[in-house]
Each structure stands twice: as C-alpha cells, then as structure tokens.
C-alpha cells in the first residue's frame, strides 16, 4: 500500500462534500484529481449489475447506459476482474466491441474511458469508470490513484446504504496517531500485526475504512478490539 497516495486521497475525499454519499465523492475525487472528465460507479447485487453514483461530463448518461445496454468498460471488468483501458472510442476496435456505447460516448464528447473493477475477497463486486475528452493513455500516476480509489470504492459499494459521511462528524479527522483514544491504538496495534504491516499503514487502513463506510474511527477500532470486525488485506497488498 502506497500510505502517502492513500493519505492525499483521503484528504482531497475529506474536501468533498460532506452532505453527499461516499461513492458520489469517490467519482468527484477522480474527476478533479486525475487527468479525466468524469467518473462513474455501479455494483453488482443479487446477479445483477446496477447504478451507483457518477459525477462530470456525460458520466450519468454513460453510467446508466452500461446498466441498460449491457455494454461497455464496466461489463469487460467484472469479467475478467482486471482494468480495461480504452484510449480511442473512435477506433474500429471500440465501435466493434461497444456499438452502442461507443457511439453514445463519442456523441457526448468522451473519447477514451478506463475502468477499474471493485474487488472484494477476488469477486468483482462493481466497476469505477473515468471518462476523458482527450484520446489518450491513462498516465502512470493517474492509473494508481485510480487503482486505490477503486480498491475505496470496494469498500463503499459493498456496504450501501451504510456508506454515508454525512451521518457522522469524521470530516475534520486527524492523520495523526496521537489524537486518538487508547483503543484506536490497541486496534492499530491488532490489525497491524494481522496483516503484518507497519502501525502507521494500519491507522491509515482503519482511517479509510471509518470514511468509507460513514463510521467514527473510534467506532471502528472498538469493533476491531472486540473481534466483531477484521481489517482486510486491499487488492493492492
């Protein structure tokens, strides 16, 4: 895990705002943070794939497109469980693979779209979707903070309707370890060493978790303490 990505997005998710749901916030992160236009989110329930939340240019459209036509980047993802990065909507590639989305997407100015599937245990539990205006690679940087918003997003998906920041005062949170109570440290203490990582990261995962999910850190840690919750190791290790 990458503690200083995860502590910038954290901060620029602390920046959004507070009355929207967690997964609105993601896709608002990842259309002002990386070199994208807009960005979408959708989960899979029961078998079937459905709408979460999306923000920018064409997103909702798009987002909702995918759902209805059964087409498009988010369909590619929860199959193979891998990111799928189209640089050109206007290649005879993409027109082939996605018809109508293709199509649909070009119209509405978007040319390229990448997309991230939200793993849970290795089941694709949903897929983030960035949208750009510009054909054109996903640079390096931009494809890792995507990588771990999606790895976010996994958390906020699978524990809807639970996951919103506005039912609890976390917004002003401290990133440093020693503003808070014993038991957050004994939690830090627990998950730190069940995942065999540094204190530090251990905080920062429990840190993320609280925002994710709409829980007060303390909340969490009590829940870690008691075993009534265990931290999990993220996609990205």
């Known amino acids: 895990m990458d503690r200083l990505r995860l502590e910038r997005l954290l901060a620029a998710l602390h920046r959004t705002d507070g009355s929207s749901s967690v997964p609105h916030r993601i896709c608002v992160v990842c259309t002002d943070s990386l070199d994208v236009q807009g960005a979408g989110l959708s ?73 991230f599937p939200l793993l849970t245990g290795g089941v694709a539990v949903g897929a983030l979707d960035l949208y750009a205006t510009h054909r054109g690679a996903l640079d390096r940087e931009c494809y890792e903070d995507a990588t771990l918003l999606a790895d976010l997003a996994a958390l906020a998906v699978h524990r809807l309707p639970e996951a919103r920041i506005d039912e609890v005062g976390v917004g002003t949170e401290s990133a440093e370890a020693w503003a808070y109570p014993a038991v957050v440290h004994n939690a830090t203490g627990m998950v730190a060493e069940q995942l065999g990582i540094t204190v530090d990261d251990a905080l920062l995962r429990i840190r993320a978790v609280g925002f994710v999910i709409g829980r007060d850190v303390g909340d969490i840690a009590r829940d870690v303490v008691e075993r009534r919750l265990r931290i999990e190791s993220w996609t990205d290790g």
Not at 51 to 68: I, T
Not at 76 to 94: C, G, H, K, N, Q
């Open 43 to 115: 989960r899979v329930t029961e078998g079937r794939q459905e709408y979460v939340a999306s923000y920018g240019r064409a997103a909702d459209v798009l987002e909702r497109l995918q759902v209805d036509a059964a087409e498009g980047p988010c369909r590619e993802v929860l199959a193979t469980r891998e990111p799928f990065l189209e640089d050109d909507l206007t290649s005879d590639a993409a027109r082939r693979r996605w018809p109508t989305f293709s199509d649909v997407a070009v119209d509405a100015g978007i040319n390229a779209t990448f997309a």
